[in-house]
């Protein structure tokens, strides 16, 4: 059973910055592609971004286009979200996933293998 777990997340004002991070126990977060997904209240869960093993971008949600970037490093076995320039609209769970590397349906299905615990994003205007 692989857990995983985000930090980094908090309050900011419209504008500013935040960085999540993902680890796994074990270090067995570079044996899956990771993505990040959110959900604000009263409203689905939905895919942010989503990474491969080899570090290249497989999705990444048209709402943080040029404003998140999803990073790996796989020396630290890790995975991040950059996000930048944060709107209100941004506020949000956000959760770290992991999910076969092999069969991609789960991200659109959002059915990873792996989910983690949440973390809050909030964005005041």
């Known amino acids: 059973q692989v857990q995983l777990k985000e930090s980094g997340g908090g309050s900011v004002q419209a504008g500013g910055s935040l960085r999540l991070s993902c680890a796994a126990s074990?270090?067995?977060?570079?044996?899956?592609?990771v993505a990040w997904f959110r959900q604000a209240p009263e409203k689905e869960r939905e895919g942010v971004a989503r990474i491969n093993r080899a570090g290249s971008i497989l999705d990444l949600n048209d709402a943080v286009k040029g404003r998140f970037a999803i990073t790996q490093d796989n020396a630290k076995d890790m995975v991040y979200l950059q996000m930048n320039n944060l709107k209100p609209e941004d506020t949000a769970m956000y959760y770290c996933?992991?999910?076969?590397?092999?069969?991609?349906?789960?991200?659109?299905?959002?059915?990873?293998?792996?989910w983690g615990q949440g973390n809050q994003v909030t964005v005041s205007s």
């Open positions: 074990e270090h067995t977060l570079k044996n899956y592609c």
């Open positions: 996933a992991a999910g076969n590397c092999y069969w991609h349906g789960w991200y659109a299905a959002r059915t990873p293998d792996y």
